[in-house]
């Protein structure tokens, strides 16, 4: 089970951050990040052997990607299509290795569940197809991808509590975001062994996926990605020993 994270994104753990996760999607200027943040990225992502991915978002700096823009859909996806240039150039003169992008914020909600917003994702990934699609597990932006010929990574969140329909549960929701460390891992862990986690208004669901998201902006990112990276090493063990 990979591990990955949002950086560059001007917050105060990214370079403790690297360390501990597999694959980087990196701010490129939509929601946060700018040139120098990406290059320091990348130096990062050289220096610990992570992969890097570009982490595009709808052009809403103000509001963190959070909110989604009245702008023409051909305005858009230009604006998209900038902010992935601007990634891959960087990371190409540093000689890192891309091999995934992930939608940020907003963009990522609404590319997984309506069709407008999954198609200009999936427009954007036939765009750059050497690039896996990082989307949200079993939401319907997934078939659509894998049925435009996009190869898809599915993701899972230890940090959020999840909606019946497999939706993130809204951030403005009560009780939407898993905060202490130990929780998180435990998450992590019902996640890995394909158990029942338990979503906002009681029910349960299974959530399959091929990567874990720790999201690198809040206070407790550290704490929640050293526990997420305890909670694979743990299933590691476990699986070796014929344990589980």
């Known amino acids: 089970m990979l591990i990955n994270a949002d950086l560059g994104e001007g917050c105060a753990n990214d370079e403790s951050l690297f ?3 597999d694959w980087a999607n990196i701010a490129c200027g939509g929601h946060a990040g700018d040139e120098s943040s990406i290059r320091k990225a990348c130096e990062l992502a050289l220096e610990h052997g992570v992969q890097v991915g570009a982490h595009p978002s709808y052009p809403d700096r103000a509001g963190f990607g959070r909110n989604k823009p009245q702008i023409e859909r051909v305005q858009l996806l230009d604006e998209l299509e900038r902010q992935m240039d601007l990634f891959e150039n960087i990371a190409a003169q540093f000689g890192c290795r891309t091999a995934h992008f992930k939608p940020h914020g907003q963009l990522y909600n609404d590319a997984a569940f309506l069709q407008a917003e999954a ?10 197809p ?20 996009v190869v898809v990574v599915e993701e899972a969140f230890p940090d959020r509590v999840y909606l019946p ?12 975001l898993i905060e202490a460390p130990q929780q998180v891992k435990a998450q992590a862990l019902s996640i890995i062994r394909k158990g029942p986690l338990i979503c906002l208004g009681g029910s349960s669901r299974v959530v399959m996926a091929q990567t874990l998201c720790v ?14 990276r305890e909670a694979v090493t743990e ?8 344990a589980d």
């Not at 198609?119 to 750059?128: E, F, M, Q, R």
């Not at 809204?170 to 009780?175: F, L």
């Not at 299933?235 to 014929?242: E, N, R, T, Y």
């Open 19 to 21: 360390a501990l996760v």
């Open 215 to 228: 999201h690198g902006d809040t206070p407790q990112a550290l704490a929640n990605a050293q526990a997420v």
């Open 235 to 242: 299933h590691d063990q476990d699986a070796f020993s014929g």
């Open 130 to 149: 050497h690039l896996k699609l990082v989307a949200l597990a079993q939401s319907p932006l997934v078939d659509l991808a894998r049925a435009a010929g």
């Open 165 to 176: 329909n497999g939706a993130l549960a809204p951030r403005s929701e009560a009780g939407a």
């Open 119 to 128: 198609d200009l994702v999936i427009h954007l990934a036939k765009a750059y």
